[in-house]
């Protein structure tokens, strides 16, 4: 089987795990186990926290010391025992302990996945740009399909959102074993201590654009927990309404959510070329500039009929809030670092994303949504406006601190 179709397997059912509970766990925990904006936000942060201690470690034991498809085989392992457990806590300190290590077995597989799909288009002599991004989608579709099915059997609000992302994570470990071999680097870039500690990627700091890069991952990580933690709760908030309460928006709120999908897929087929023609800085702004947009979409947003095309808004400019910054961000890293480095580098650009930004953005974002709430209800258009001001000032800061040189390549055929 083409190398391009074995990973395009792996992608879909990676996703699909993260699809089945990341938008709507927060619904459930909020809406049936009764827990507060802050503590959903707290549960929420156990992936930030896990995102800045496990991706790069598990990045240099798969770079020096164990082949990077054996390790997502394990990590895939934990993640199924612990969502499975997860699903019968009612505890919102015990859930915030056992997402956490879930989180600390999934969040290193996604830098995983991104460094087992490069390191096999490399063996097959494919370009990673241009191959890369069309695999990717499928990890999409995943995400898609499985939002679907969680909202279609009316799972949104209901534990069995963990059993089938349990039961697809011990499917994924078993497929594992069947991925193309990843060899361990032999040769150290250097021989200092820093190297024989697996802390090759940590070299990337000495050189400032890095450095403004990582900064800005880390606070546009932040952004992305935002709308992952209280989106879901935000839609189902609308049932409040008596003029709402049997909308499809209310019955069904994952079904729009996955419209943001949907415009992934458009968004990641023109990474290729727009990545080459304009380069990493331009298409970092405009994603800074979309999340802008999709926070204030969803100021606007209700399900009238006038509301409801401001919330179709929304999900459409995710599609390039995400994929124009998590997507290009990594491709732009492979093509960056040293490939001695590149599982420990991808483990790096996850950590600041999923860890730093993540924790930080879980918790601040579950600050403001209880200051911004009176006796449980929540002001919501003020919330969303206060985060599309904080993308807003973060584009300007952006454009004036980032100093990347693009030369324009030709579009891959």
């Known amino acids: 089987m083409d190398i391009r179709y074995r990973l395009k397997i792996m992608l879909f059912m990676q996703y699909f795990i993260w699809g089945c509970w990341l938008v ?6 909020m809406r049936t186990l009764n827990f507060s904006g802050a503590e959903v936000g707290i549960v929420y942060s156990s992936k930030g926290i ?35 457990y997860a699903a019968t806590v009612t505890d919102p300190t015990v ?32 370009d990673s740009v241009t191959n890369f991004p069309p695999v990717r ?14 909202s279609l059997l009316k799972f949104e609000l209901s534990s069995n959102q963990l059993y089938i992302a349990g039961g697809c994570s011990l499917l994924l470990a078993v497929y594992s074993l069947t ?44 952004v992305l927990q935002i709308t992952n933690t209280f989106g879901s709760p935000f839609l189902h908030d609308f049932a409040r309404n008596p003029e709402y309460q049997d909308s499809l928006i209310v019955q069904y709120p994952s079904l729009l959510l996955s419209i943001s999908q949907m415009a992934e897929v458009c968004f990641i087929l023109a990474i290729p070329f727009v990545l080459k023609r304009y380069g990493i800085k331009t298409v970092m702004l405009l994603s800074m500039l979309a999340w802008t947009l999709r926070f204030g979409f969803f100021a606007l947003g209700d399900p009238s009929a006038i509301g409801l095309l401001f919330l179709i808004l929304s999900m459409i ?46 918790i601040l974002s579950g600050r403001v949504v ?37 030369k324009e390549e030709a579009p891959a055929c």
């Not at 919330?383 to 300007?396: D, E, G, P, R």
Request: hydrophobic share 55%.
């Open 24 to 29: 709507t766990l927060g619904a459930y925990m």
């Open 50 to 84: 896990a995102a800045i201690l496990m991706p790069g470690i598990i990045g240099i034991i798969a770079d020096k010391y164990i082949p990077a498809n054996r390790l997502y085989m394990i990590c895939h392992l934990v993640c199924a025992g612990t969502l499975f």
């Open 95 to 126: 859930m915030f302990l056992v997402m956490m290590i879930n989180a600390m077995a999934f969040m290193p597989t996604i830098a995983l996945s991104n460094s087992i799909s490069y390191s096999s288009l490399s063996q097959y002599q494919l």
């Open 137 to 150: 989608v499928y990890g999409t579709v995943g995400f898609i399909i499985a939002m679907w099915l969680i």
């Open 179 to 222: 991925l193309p071999h990843i060899p361990v680097v032999k040769k150290a870039i250097t021989s200092g201590l820093g190297s024989k500690l697996g802390l090759d990627a940590l070299v990337l700091f000495k050189q400032p654009i890095m450095v403004v890069f990582f900064l800005f991952s880390l606070m546009l990580g932040a």
């Open 317 to 362: 400019v995710y599609g390039c809030a995400f994929d124009f910054f998590n997507i290009s961000g990594s491709i732009f890293i492979e093509k960056t670092v040293d490939t001695r480095m590149r599982a420990s580098a991808q483990g790096l650009f996850m950590t600041m994303v999923n860890g730093v930004g993540a924790y930080f953005g879980a």
């Open 370 to 406: 209880d200051y911004f709430s009176i006796d449980g209800v929540k002001d919501w258009p003020t919330i969303w406006l206060v985060f599309a001001a904080y993308t807003a000032v973060l584009s300007v800061i952006f454009y004036f601190t980032f100093h990347y040189h693009h």
